[in-house]
């Protein structure tokens, strides 16, 4: 029987069947992923096939294969990684203009590294109630900028509800993960979009193991629409990836769309001669915070740094 696992409480799986069912999984028989070295084998969002026994529960058989895997790594001893969530459909990133302000180079960062795991974003604009004039302005420029980009955007106040129902549409059929920092009202959101449950406190929590073995039990919450959010605890982004000079690029759409037209193939944007993305910077074709961004990340990576920032 095949289903989704929706709920990771360390030995036990919770699965959710194809008929509606919930039931309580057991692992059976070795997981050893191609290329992940992992010290859960399964997370929610997998996509299971399951085995029921005579007391009601199932022992899990196969998992299908992930469109994409979100991962923490355990230590920095260990090289092993700790699977987060599975198949995600998309990420909702939540900032604030103010209370606290969001960066755009924290914005950016966090759309390239979305980039380059293929999962889509769409950007919540929180407690718009707070703002005053000029920070409306300046939302209403920040929300012209990555839509035209290709970033869907919504304007909402988790406090009194205005804009809701826009990001309850988006939920309906997807697995979804909400990110942002700290104080941009996460979990006000969250208990906005689903006040049956507290998201403090769910039971979540965390173990330490001689230093060397971490495990978040994370799980989904169903939402109408056959959609699911997931809130896992200390996910503030994606993973770590390596990547080269010329392939920041390929993660910042505009930028990579430009860059058709450089004169070199392997151009960085930076100094080369017949840069089409500096022209189109002077231009005001690409918005001079994103570049920023851009070269920001750059920067970074020759110092090493761009790694330990997520
Ligand atoms: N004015 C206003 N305040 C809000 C809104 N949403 C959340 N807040 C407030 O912002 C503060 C932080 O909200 P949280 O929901 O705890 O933020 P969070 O993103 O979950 O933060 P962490 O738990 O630290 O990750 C709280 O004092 C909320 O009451 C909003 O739409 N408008
Ligand atoms: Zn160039």
Redesign the pocket.
């Known amino acids: 029987m095949r289903g989704l696992v929706i709920k990771n409480t360390g030995s036990w799986y919770q699965v959710k069947t194809e008929d509606g069912r919930l039931v309580e999984c057991k692992i059976k028989g070795n997981f050893r992923l191609k290329g992940i070295r992992s010290t859960n084998p399964i997370a929610v969002g997998d996509n299971v096939q399951i085995i029921m026994n005579q007391e009601g529960t199932a022992f899990i058989s196969e998992i299908e294969d992930r469109k994409n895997y979100i991962v923490r790594r355990s230590s920095n001893l260990s090289k092993q990684s700790h699977i987060l969530a599975a198949n995600l459909d998309q990420c909702l990133l939540?900032v604030t203009v103010n209370?606290p302000e969001t960066s755009t180079i924290f914005i950016d960062r966090f759309l390239a590294s979305a980039e380059a795991y293929q999962v889509p974003v769409k950007i919540i604009f929180?407690?718009?109630?707070?703002y005053d004039e000029d920070e409306l302005r300046y939302l209403d420029a920040l929300i012209n900028l990555y839509t035209q980009i290709g970033y869907p955007c919504f304007k909402?106040?988790?406090?009194?509800g205005d804009g809701l129902e826009e990001v309850k549409q988006a939920l309906e059929g997807n697995i979804t993960l909400f990110s942002?920092?700290?104080?941009?009202?996460?979990?006000?959101?969250i208990n906005a979009l689903l006040p049956d449950i507290d998201i403090k406190t769910a039971e979540i929590s965390t173990y330490h193991n001689k230093g060397m073995h971490t495990t978040t039990f994370s799980e989904m919450f169903s939402v109408t629409g056959d959609g699911y959010i997931i809130d896992t605890p200390g996910i503030k982004g994606f993973g770590t990836f390596d990547m080269k000079d010329e392939e920041v690029s390929h993660y910042f759409r505009e930028i990579f769309e430009t860059s058709d037209k450089c004169k070199y193939n392997n151009c960085t944007h930076r100094h080369e001669p017949g840069c089409a993305v500096r022209k189109a910077v002077e231009q005001h074709l690409i918005s001079e915070s994103r570049y920023t961004s851009y070269l920001n990340i750059l920067e970074d990576k020759e110092e090493g740094k761009y790694r330990a920032a997520y």
Request: hydrophobic share 30%; net charge positive; proline share 0%.
């Open positions: 939540v209370y929180n407690k718009v109630d707070a909402i106040s988790a406090k009194n942002g920092h700290s104080g941009v009202g996460k979990s006000t959101l």
